[in-house]
């Protein structure tokens, strides 16, 4: 399984950003669960947002109400739909990847940069 990430950059505090997540090599995408993480420099690594092999969604606190994830099982695309972005947000985000019976998050992306000025 292989998970590419993209849509990062550079944006002014208010602004948006929607991150896209590719699968390749993945058979039954829908019975994966997927989750986005992010960790900004000096700090761990942080849960942002999971979707679970039934579209039920969480979200962490800092992004609850600025941040919609979904995914499109026929393209096996996750998205992260970020709004009202603030410089905390700054940070490398990874998607995640799971077989719905697995405990821990098996497959990761590489990452794509998220920058907030």
């Known amino acids: 399984v292989q998970l590419v990430e993209s849509g990062g950059g550079s944006v002014q505090a208010g602004g948006s950003l929607r991150l896209s997540c590719a699968a390749s090599?993945?058979?039954?995408?829908?019975?994966?669960?997927m989750g986005w993480f992010r960790q900004a420099p000096g700090k761990e690594r942080e849960g942002v947002a999971h979707?679970?092999?039934?579209?039920?969604?969480t979200y962490a606190d800092s992004v609850k109400g600025r941040s919609s994830i979904s995914k499109d099982n026929a393209k096996k695309t996750l998205y992260l739909q970020m709004n009202s972005l603030k410089p905390e947000d700054t940070a490398m985000y990874y998607c995640?990847?799971?077989?719905?019976?697995?405990?821990?998050?098996?497959?990761w992306g590489q990452g794509t940069q998220v920058t907030v000025s």
């Open positions: 995640a990847a799971k077989r719905f019976w697995s405990r821990v998050y098996e497959y």
């Open positions: 090599g993945v058979t039954y995408y829908s019975q994966y669960s």
């Open positions: 979707i679970d092999s039934d579209d039920r969604t």
